[in-house]
């Protein structure tokens, strides 16, 4: 069974904020959310991650909700090379439970409009 | 440049040929991966290598041999191919055990098997 729920596609004006959901309504206590993107025919890219607070790096920001079935990244000002497969995916910590692998999913895919 | 370099970028080979894909890592990672994206699917993990021991196979055909001298390297074997096997073809190393950061993942290598 999917961990993660993602909408197959969405569109972003330039410019202007993009805002990616993600539901994984079965995490565990102990599951990190991973954000990833692919931009076309590359390798996948890190963005961000969390566990329950919210997190900003320069790429994006992480918002997840108190009770952690939901979560959204957000990419403040989208340019056109934004536009890539985005990727949600949970996993265990591996510092306390071994390395889990990896998962991906079938992503969003984000296309932003000029 | 991600840190992890694939080659060759691109490679076409008939079915009876023998090729290997290589992959390099220079973050001093102790685990690496492989991949296959194959068109309109989603990332599906091949193998996994701790320390150079292969700790995963995900059910492949062992026309992909997989080899590990070390924990810089690693190379995918190929021989007898089929069509169905062109895809995207992605490393990618980890610091398993490390801060739960995710993985770094190569460019890729993009295989046609006429």
């Known amino acids: 069974d999917a961990k993660t729920t993602q909408p197959p596609s969405m569109d972003c004006a330039e410019g202007r904020a993009a805002n990616l959901p993600c539901n994984h309504s079965t995490i565990s206590g102990n599951e990190y959310v991973y954000w990833y993107r692919q931009i076309h025919s590359q390798g996948p890219q890190y963005i961000i991650h969390g566990l329950k607070n919210n997190e900003t790096n320069e790429m994006a920001s992480l918002i997840i909700t108190e009770d952690r079935k939901s979560s959204t990244l957000i990419l403040p000002h989208a340019t056109l090379r934004d536009t890539a497969v985005y990727y949600c995916i949970v996993r265990v910590d591996i510092s306390n439970f071994g390395n889990e692998k990896l998962t991906f999913g079938t992503g969003t895919r984000l296309t932003i409009i000029p | 440049e991600t840190g992890v370099t694939q080659t060759p970028r691109h490679l076409v080979m008939g079915m009876t040929n023998k090729k290997s894909l290589k992959c390099e890592q220079h973050l001093g990672h102790n685990a690496m991966y492989w991949y296959k994206q194959s068109a309109k699917k989603p990332l599906e993990l091949m193998f996994v290598y701790n320390f150079k021991e292969q700790t995963e196979n995900n059910s492949v055909p062992s026309r992909f041999s997989p080899e590990c001298p070390n924990s810089s390297h690693l190379f995918l074997h190929l021989h007898t191919l089929q069509p169905e096997d062109s895809a995207l073809y992605l490393c990618?190393?980890?610091?398993?055990?490390?801060?739960?950061?995710?993985?770094?993942f190569g460019s890729g290598t993009r295989l046609t098997v006429v």
């Open positions: 990618a190393s980890s610091q398993d055990g490390g801060e739960p950061y995710g993985y770094t």
